[in-house]
T-cell receptor, first 115, second 112 residues
């Protein structure tokens, strides 16, 4: 059974720092990996989607990498801002024989960027 | 951009009531999903649908049912609400296997 782990569970950094969030998964048979952001009491906002054949994706100050063979992904946030404060979730879409690919989520990293 | 709309942000219902949570997507996606999110337990899949009128149970279907009469709308039904169904409910859609998910803004349901 696929398991997804995110470390650290919580992180506090001063504004302007570059930071890395980690995600690991146990089964490399995946279609893709997706990073989400969740603000308190809100839904999930998709940040980046990496297909299994890709190594990285970039959007603005965000860069996500994928090493499928080692079961790892990182989300790099450059020049962090207080507005980046949120919980970040990674999720993998396992390859299976079911009728739809169902995401398996990590438990998230709660990020606080301080002034 | 795909939009997934959940009809209510906050709901308060009484124990034993029948509750309908509605979700609508505007991009002709095949797959739709209902999750609940609880502190310490993360996101758990309740039900999903891969086509109109087609549905499958997720990890925690007990106490819930779903309806998908039209492709764009996926409803979650709590037949007889109980206090342990107090939670954040999240709807998502996806074009199909191997594609990314788009989530709605969530419905915070409180059962008293």
């Amino acid at each position: 059974k696929q398991e997804v782990t995110q470390i650290p569970a919580a992180l506090s950094v001063p504004e302007g720092e570059n930071l890395v969030l980690n995600c690991s998964f146990t089964d490399s048979a995946i279609y893709n990996l997706q990073w989400f952001r969740q603000d308190p009491g809100k839904g999930l906002t998709s940040l980046l989607l990496i297909q299994s054949s890709q190594r990285e994706q970039t959007s603005g100050r965000l860069n996500a990498s994928l090493d499928k063979s080692s079961g790892r992904s990182t989300l790099y946030i450059a020049a962090s801002q207080p507005g980046d404060s949120a919980t970040y979730l990674c999720a993998v879409a396992p390859i299976n024989t079911g009728t739809a690919s169902k995401l398996t989520f990590g438990t998230g990293t709660r990020l606080q960027v301080t002034l | 951009d795909v939009k997934v709309t959940q009809s209510s942000r906050y709901l308060v219902k009484r124990t034993g009531e029948k509750v309908f949570l509605e979700c609508v997507q505007d991009m002709d996606h095949e797959n739709m999903f209902w999750y609940r999110q609880d502190p310490g337990l993360g996101l758990r899949l309740i039900y999903f649908s891969y086509d109109v009128k087609m549905k499958e149970k997720g990890d925690i279907p007990e106490g819930y049912s779903v309806s998908r009469e039209k492709k764009e709308r996926f409803s979650l039904i709590l037949e007889s609400a109980s206090t342990n169904q107090t939670s954040m409910y999240l709807c998502a859609s996806s074009p199909g296997t191997g594609y990314g998910y788009t989530f709605g803004s969530g419905t915070r349901l409180t059962v008293v």
